[in-house]
């Protein structure tokens, strides 16, 4: 399986963060064509105690690289992706993976 | 479901770093008790084409706060530990959270 992976460095007002991140963003990400998975982590903690580098990471999970490519030049993900840099461009990184899992 | 996220950057000689990671990490990785679900992502890309900030991540998932708990201080989650640091204890960081999927 092929991601996007959003990554967001903790935001300045958390609530207001949530509140978007959840309600106007997690559904037009939901629209992207051929989106297989979507797992949103929120960070709880470190393990040595220290305040995470990150708040939240987005694994946006898709069949292969057809769909990816086809995904990321959507109208959908282009509109996802406005959405984003509006409410978090200056908190957001990106990664494109690929990922095994085992039980 | 809660998760120990290991974020590896790019190590300087990847061969090596594969070598380790496959035939000897993560074989202890699979012996944590209570693992109920590894995922290794390897980073190929980022969407505008510039060079990943991470080399690949590991999430390592658990039932419930007892389980990790429980597997975070097991002698093996810390022959494991031992283990990281030793081949990648430069260029690891650590990460705890919560994830919620989707289909």
């Known amino acids: 399986m092929i991601k996007l992976i959003a990554m967001y ?19 037009l990400v939901r629209k992207i064509p051929g989106l297989k998975k979507l797992e949103v982590t929120r960070m709880v903690g470190t ?7 990150y708040y939240l990471m987005a694994q946006m999970y898709f069949e ?3 769909a990816f490519k086809a995904a990321m030049t959507s109208p959908e993900n282009k509109a996802a992706g406005k959405d ?8 957001a990184e990106f990664l494109i993976g690929e990922s095994e899992e085992d039980g």
Chains 1, 2 share one sequence.
């Open 9 to 27: 460095r903790p935001p300045s007002d958390p609530a207001a963060f949530d509140e978007h991140y959840d309600s106007i963003h997690t559904p």
């Open 47 to 53: 393990p040595d105690r220290k305040a995470p580098a």
């Open 84 to 91: 984003l840099m509006g409410f978090a461009g200056d908190i």
């Open 64 to 66: 292969n690289n057809d």
